[in-house]
């Protein structure tokens, strides 16, 4: 009981703690969390009209908010290829 007491009351916090973070900050967290996990991911790459989308299977997406892009190994036409794209305008969805 008291275990789930714990991650009840640590689970609140960490709401309260995002509730108060602007779009921004939360947006932030959410690109270091996608550092770490490996999985399946669809990366998309959405500019002035263009949009480009790439499939990372059984990988994951590394980020690096100071120079500004994500990067990452996708499969292209058959060959596993290094891709980078700018995390302004680029999108990441967990894939099942």
Known sequence: MFSTLMKTGASLALLLTLAGCSE???NRLS???VTWLEGNYR????????????EVKGGKVTSEPGKGYYYFWANIDGQN????????????????
């Open 81 to 96: 290829r290094y891709v980078q794209t700018p995390i302004e305008r680029s999108y990441i969805e967990e894939m099942p």
């Open 24 to 26: 921004e900050q939360q």
């Open 43 to 54: 990366v998309t790459f959405a500019a002035d009209g263009h949009v480009k989308v790439w």
């Open 31 to 33: 690109r270091m969390g």
